[in-house]
């Protein structure tokens, strides 16, 4: 079992910056792959970004985020970071952090089976 909780978020004009953390509990969280999804009202949870295990390694990105938004972990602190930039309005959301075990990136919600209880971003115009 992890526990995951998700702060940072907040209210930001476009072209701010903000930046989430994820604090893990429980099992070892250099075991688990980790990602941001996120929520804006009236959709789907989407993804934003993911790493591998280790701590310096490979990520991903959603198409829109790319060069504006950086996701690392620090497994020494068992914590989750997504760095965002450049923030858009579109970028609005309630993003959650999310852990799975193994050791590659994944981007379906149905790869991971823990989630944090979620940070409203709200980037307003």
């Known amino acids: 079992q992890v526990q995951l909780v998700e702060s940072g978020g907040g209210l930001v004009q476009a072209g701010g910056s903000l930046r989430l953390s994820c604090a893990a509990s429980g099992r070892t969280f250099s075991a688990y792959r980790m990602a941001w999804f996120r929520q804006a009202p009236g959709k789907e949870r989407e993804f934003v970004a993911a790493?591998?295990?280790?701590?310096?390694?490979?990520?991903d990105y959603t198409d829109s985020v790319k060069g504006r938004f950086a996701i690392s972990r620090d497994n020494a602190k068992s914590t989750l970071y997504l760095e965002m930039n450049s923030l858009k309005p579109e970028d609005t959301a309630i993003y959650y952090c999310?852990?799975?075990?193994?050791?590659?990136?994944?981007?379906?919600?149905?790869?991971?089976?823990?989630w944090g209880q979620g940070t409203q971003v709200t980037v307003s115009s």
């Open positions: 790493v591998v295990s280790w701590s310096i390694g490979s990520t």
């Open positions: 999310a852990a799975a075990p193994g050791w590659g990136l994944a981007r379906l919600t149905s790869d991971y089976n823990y």
